[in-house]
C-alpha cells in the first residue's frame, strides 16, 4: 500500500495526495505500465469457473449482429460462446471475494478509505468485444491485466441512454481522447464520463470499482437504521413506546377523511425526530461494512482450539479473510456489519489489525496477555471472519 506521499508507480510517478488532490474526483489519467509485468489475477478458465459460481455474479454482453443482448450468470462452460467467436465479453464482479489474487490487487488502491471500495471486476473479451459506449456513476480504475484494449473517452454533457437496450448504451458519443491499453497500463476515470473500451484481439481488464450511496439511497437506509435504534431505547414494542394519540377526536360524519389532527400530530412526532453525528457514524459503520448478498463466510472445518489458536497466531500471525470488512471510529468499530463499542484494550490492536487487515505474530505475542482479546480473535476465527497464518 503506497504512503500518502510517496511518488508511485501505480499512479505514474504521482503520489498519492498528488493523486486525490489532481485527479480523483475530477478528471481522467491515464498511467503507463502502473503495474509492470502483471499477471492476470485470474486465468480466462479460472474466470469462466467463477462465472459458474452460484455465489458470483456474472454478466454476459453480446454484440452479434449489431444487436446487444445480456444474460445474467451463473454461466456453465457450454453456456459462454465459443472463444473463437468475437464480439462478447463476460463481466464477473466481487472477485476479490472469491480470490485472494484479486483482494492483494485491491488492497494496493487503500489509499482511498476501505469505506469507498466496492469490488474488483474482471472482465474478459473476444476480438470487438465491450459493453458499449456509456458512462458509470462511480469512480473507476481500468487496469489492463491480458491483451490489449482500446478506450475513447471524454467529458460529454449529454448522457441521454438509447431506449430499449438491455444495457446503458449512449444516444450520442464522441471522444476527445482515443488510446490502447496494454497490459499493466491503467486509466483512472471519474464519475460520467463517458466510455468505451473495445478489446483488439482476446483481452481482460480489472476494474477497480468505488461506492459513493445516493441521498435517496442514505436517507431511506438512515431513517430505517433510526427507527430499529428508536424501537431498542424504548424497549421494544412496550410501555415506554411513543405513539399517536388522539383523546380530543370528536365523531364524525365524514369517516374517510384524514383526520386533520393526525396530519398535525405525526407532523410534531416527525418533527422531533433528532439525531447526533455519532449516529450517523454508527449508522455508516454498520451499513457500510454490512457483507454483500451473496456473501457466506466459510467456518474452519476442524478449528484450533482457544489454546492451539493462540500459538498458531503467535508463530505465523493472523489475518482479515478476504472477505471480512473491518471500520472503525474513535467509538466503535463494525465488523461486517455489526457495531460494538471500541473498549480501551481493543484500541490497543483493532484500528491496526483493521487497517493493515493483518497482525503479525510477534504483535499478537504482545498483545495475548489480554484473555478478552484472545477469546475475541478465536469466536472470529471459528466464524470464518480472520485466519490464522497472515503470510499464507
Ligand atoms: C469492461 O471492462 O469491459 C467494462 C468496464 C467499464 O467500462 O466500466
Ligand atoms: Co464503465
Redesign the pocket.
Known amino acids: 500500500m503506497p504512503l500518502p506521499d510517496e511518488p508511485s508507480t501505480l499512479l505514474g510517478g504521482l503520489s498519492p495526495a498528488q493523486f486525490m488532490r489532481r485527479y480523483w474526483q475530477k478528471k481522467p489519467l491515464l498511467i503507463r505500465q502502473a503495474i509492470p509485468g502483471i499477471q492476470a489475477p485470474l486465468s480466462r478458465d479460472e474466470l469462466f469457473d467463477l462465472a459458474d459460481n452460484d455465489d458470483a455474479e456474472s454478466r454476459l454482453i453480446t454484440h452479434f449482429r449489431q444487436s446487444w443482448a445480456m444474460e445474467h450468470g451463473p454461466f456453465a462452460p457450454d453456456e459462454l460462446p465459443s472463444v473463437k467467436k468475437r464480439d462478447w465479453?463476460l463481466?464477473v464482479q466481487g472477485v476479490n471475494l472469491h480470490d485472494d489474487r484479486a483482494r492483494s490487487l485491491l488492497d494496493r488502491f487503500r489509499f482511498i478509505p476501505d469505506a469507498r471500495l466496492d469490488d474488483l471486476m474482471i472482465?474478459y473479451?473476444t476480438d470487438g468485444g465491450?459493453?458499449g459506449a456509456?458512462f458509470?456513476s462511480y469512480d473507476?480504475f481500468?487496469l489492463q491485466v491480458h491483451g490489449k484494449r482500446r478506450w475513447r473517452f471524454g467529458a460529454q454533457r449529454d448522457l441521454s441512454l438509447k431506449e430499449g437496450l438491455p444495457l446503458k448504451v449512449l444516444q450520442h458519443f464522441e471522444a476527445d481522447e482515443e488510446w490502447v491499453l496494454e497490459p499493466g497500463d491503467m486509466l483512472y476515470l471519474p464519475p460520467h464520463i463517458a466510455?468505451d473500451?473495445v478489446a483488439e484481439g482476446e483481452c481482460m481488464?480489472c476494474?477497480i470499482g468505488f461506492r459513493a450511496p445516493s441521498a435517496a439511497e442514505l436517507s431511506g437506509q438512515f431513517l430505517y437504521h433510526l427507527a430499529e435504534r428508536m424501537e431498542e431505547m424504548s424497549g421494544g414494542r412496550g410501555k415506554g413506546e411513543q405513539r399517536y394519540r388522539d383523546p380530543t377526536q370528536p365523531a364524525v360524519t365524514n369517516p374517510a377523511q384524514l383526520p386533520p389532527l393526525l396530519v398535525e400530530r405525526v407532523g410534531a412526532i416527525l418533527a422531533n425526530i433528532e439525531w447526533t453525528e455519532k449516529e450517523v457514524a454508527g449508522f455508516l459503520g454498520t451499513y457500510l461494512s454490512e457483507p454483500k448478498a451473496n456473501v457466506v463466510f466459510d467456518a474452519p472445518q476442524r478449528p484450533l482450539n482457544e489454546k492451539r489458536f493462540i500459538e498458531r497466531a503467535k508463530q505465523s500471525g493472523l489475518k482479515l479473510d478476504r472477505k471480512t470488512v473491518l471500520l472503525y471510529d474513535k467509538h466503535a468499530y463494525f465488523l461486517n456489519g455489526e457495531r460494538e463499542l471500541m473498549s480501551p484494550k481493543a484500541r490497543k490492536w483493532l484500528p491496526e489489525l483493521a487497517d493493515k487487515r493483518y497482525l503479525e505474530g510477534k504483535r499478537f505475542v504482545t498483545l495475548s496477555g489480554e484473555s478478552s482479546m484472545t477469546v475475541l480473535l478465536h469466536e472470529w476465527y471459528c466464524a470464518g471472519w480472520i485466519q490464522v497464518d497472515a503470510n499464507a
Open positions: 465479453t463481466l472482465s473479451a465491450g459493453v456509456h458509470d473507476v481500468l466510455h473500451g481488464t476494474s
